[in-house]
């Protein structure tokens, strides 16, 4: 299968729509990233994908995405095209967590480590997420984009603010480490997003929040492993200082 002028479309209405916001200098990481991934889609290496996933669920979750995507612009229509095409994974995977979570939290990329472009600065890809679920609060050093495709989620920024909605075609900043959580309702939600680095190389670290039996906060280390899995790598009690720099008050 070609993927050049699928991904092409994508990127290039991800630039378009980047240009229009050019007088908000808090998109100039994200403008830049996909300009210089535009250029360069031409003579990067694109992955022959020949062995693609798409689990049941995803199947099913996508085309309910399509039903309820009626009235969408060109940069959600031409990412719910590629939507199909594109290998899914399950983001969590493991024998001790929720199956709700396991089973209702599927990503694929469109250029990242495991992508059809490889990259370790940028990442670009989609966010499928069950309805009713809560992704719980978690925290990482990449700057996030989300834009919804198709259906609407809520977001919190710490577990005081007030959660935001966003709706199909908007678009959601979230500042590198600031603590987050996502929450569906009774539709699928697409989404895209878009990650971009710091001073080290994506993915690094993520870090999941919890509540202990004794009242106090802790937070778990997930590493991205040399076959793309996640893993726990430790964990570690919230100082006041770490729920600051989380952006939690
Ligand atoms: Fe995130």
Not at 61 to 73: A, M, P, T, V
Not at 219 to 228: A, K, L, M, V
Request: aromatic fraction near 10%; hydrophobic fraction near 35%; charge should be positive.
């Amino acid at each position: 299968m070609n993927f050049k002028q699928p991904l092409q479309e994508c990127i290039s209405s991800y630039a378009s729509h980047f240009s229009k916001l050019h007088n908000k200098p808090e998109f100039d990481k994200f403008r830049l990233g996909i300009g210089k991934l535009l250029n360069e889609i031409s003579v990067k290496n694109i992955k022959k994908n020949n062995q693609i996933n798409v689990p049941r669920k995803v199947v099913e979750y996508l085309n309910k995405c399509s039903e309820i995507n009626k009235f969408s612009g060109s940069l959600e229509n031409s990412l719910l095209s590629i939507s199909n095409k594109l290998d899914w994974y399950k983001i969590i995977n493991g024998t001790n967590l929720d199956k709700k979570l396991v089973n209702g939290l599927f990503a694929a990329q469109l250029c990242g480590s495991r992508g059809l472009i490889k990259s370790d600065e940028i990442y670009l890809g989609l966010f499928l997420l069950a309805p009713n679920l809560l992704y719980p609060l978690h925290q990482h050093e990449a700057l996030e984009l989300y834009h919804v495709c198709a259906g609407n989620i809520e977001i919190s920024h710490g577990r005081k603010k007030n959660p935001f909605k966003v709706n199909q075609g908007d678009f959601s900043l979230t500042p590198s480490n600031q603590v987050h959580s996502l929450r569906t309702g009774s539709e699928p939600c697409l989404f895209s997003y878009i990650w971009v680095g710091g001073k080290n190389k994506l993915p690094g670290k993520s870090w999941w929040w919890q509540e202990n039996s004794d009242g106090f906060w802790s937070r778990i280390s997930w590493e991205r492993q040399t076959d793309s899995s996640w893993k726990i790598s430790g964990s570690e009690r919230l100082t006041e200082e770490l729920i600051k720099e989380a952006g939690d008050y």
